[in-house]
């Protein structure tokens, strides 16, 4: 929420604060949480990115972007002369990241290929995603299929591990 008196609203015949809004119009326009049911609270939360370590950023991104649909959002150098490629959507991303030679499970997560249980990512065909899968050399395991949606899981080259899943 704004702090202070903000935007001023025109109200005839005078101005008005956005603090003198009713409580509907203030919600309607973003300024208020009166009446946002919890649920709704959780929504506004939403993971950005999570970042990982690859040996090859570029490669990978292609991979992900093949498989996904993605795109890259951005790349460069990243933390002392590493690279970094960001792919995804416009709503959120992975970034992979390099310093070029990454060791093998250190406790420097920046230096450890697959330093994370998994990343899941979820579709819309769960199906056209296992063909595209398979299409791109891997192996998906087994569909599991209970609520709230059916998923697979499949090992990239970099060994993470990525859950492939559809709540439709």
């Known amino acids: 929420m704004r702090r202070g008196w903000g ?3 025109w109200k005839t015949p005078r101005l008005v604060a956005e603090t003198e809004l009713p409580d509907w119009i203030r919600r309607d326009i973003g300024l208020s949480d009166a009446g946002v049911t919890e649920e709704r609270k959780c929504e506004m939360a939403r993971l950005e990115h999570v970042n990982v370590t690859v040996a090859d950023p570029d490669g990978t991104a292609k991979v992900l972007c ?3 649909d993605w795109k890259v959002r951005w790349a460069g ?8 490629v960001h ?5 959120s991303y992975v970034a992979l990241f390099s310093y070029g030679e990454p060791e093998k499970r250190q ?8 330093g994370l249980n998994h990343i899941a990512v979820v579709v819309d065909d769960i199906e056209e ?9 891997y192996v998906p395991g087994e569909v599991y299929d209970y609520e709230p949606g059916r998923r697979f899981y499949f090992v990239e080259a970099n060994g993470i591990e990525i859950e492939v899943v559809s709540y439709g």
Do not use: H, N
């Open 87 to 91: 792919v995804g959507d416009d709503a």
């Open 77 to 84: 150098p990243g933390m002392d002369t590493g690279r970094t």
């Open 7 to 9: 935007r001023i609203w």
């Open 107 to 114: 406790q420097d997560s920046y230096r450890t290929l697959g």
């Open 129 to 137: 995603a296992e063909m595209r899968v398979k299409a791109a050399g």
């Open 66 to 68: 093949d498989l996904f």
